[in-house]
């Protein structure tokens, strides 16, 4: 079955360090990764995605990932925290079922502090 | 493009009453899921529209739940007899095609008292 682990449901950093957020996946097909921000009280922002591609996948405000398949994982990083970037960060696998649709499986996310 | 909404932004209910949500998915986005997040966790899969045919219902959707698609546009979700365990943020979001992005609305926070 497939399923994701975002290790650290809590992450402090300083602004201007770097960020670096895990989440590893389970997947029995090739997989589709995504990560998404939420601020409080709001929805899901995309950051980016990974789709097959190149493995360093370059997303929204700065943050990037890279697949890495034979440690089957997804890190998101950000060379250099902002204040604005305190939120919570959920990554996520699509994988396909039966019916030809693909459903999110998402992590219990992390949540990202910045202080000064 | 304005994005995927979602009416009400937060809904106060006692127990025992119905709530209906509504989404407002992005035109021409003909793929539909609902999500549920609970406190301290990532959005749990509820169920899929694709145009007007509803193709897939967690088991997390109990028979008090229902959602429709009418006309391949907009979509609600109700609770009927709604519980205190129903207090959660639900998300709805559209997608255009099978392995394409899904992008989220706003939610609607229920509040079960």
């Known amino acids: 079955a497939q399923s994701v682990t975002q290790l650290g449901s809590h992450v402090s950093v300083s602004e201007g360090a770097l960020v670096l957020l895990r989440c590893n996946y389970s997947s029995s097909v090739p997989p589709y990764l995504f990560w998404y921000v939420q601020y409080p009280n709001q929805g899901l922002q995309l950051l980016l995605k990974?789709?097959?591609?190149?493995?360093l996948v370059k997303g929204i405000n700065g943050f990037e990932a890279e697949f890495k398949k034979s440690e089957t994982s997804f890190h998101l990083t950000k060379p250099s925290a902002h204040m604005s970037d305190a939120a919570e960060y959920f990554c996520a696998v699509s994988v396909p079922v039966s019916g030809g649709y693909n459903k999110l499986i998402f992590g219990a996310g992390t949540r990202l502090a910045v202080h000064p | 493009d304005t994005g995927v909404s979602q009416d009400p932004r937060h809904k106060i209910t006692k127990r025992g009453q119905n709530v209906t949500f509504r989404c407002d998915p992005i035109s021409e986005h003909n793929r539909l899921y609902w999500y549920r997040q609970t406190l301290g966790q990532g959005p749990e899969f509820l169920t899929y529209?694709?145009?007007?045919?509803?193709?897939?219902k967690s088991r997390l959707l109990s028979d008090r739940f229902s959602a429709e698609r009418p006309k391949g546009s907009f979509s609600t979700l109700e609770i009927q007899r709604t519980e205190q365990g129903d207090s959660a943020m639900y998300l709805c979001?559209?997608?255009?095609?099978?392995?394409?992005?899904?992008?989220f609305g706003p939610g609607t926070r229920l509040t079960v008292l």
């Open positions: 990974y789709t097959s591609a190149a493995t």
């Open positions: 529209f694709q145009n007007e045919a509803q193709l897939e």
């Open positions: 979001a559209s997608s255009p095609r099978q392995i394409d992005t899904q992008y």
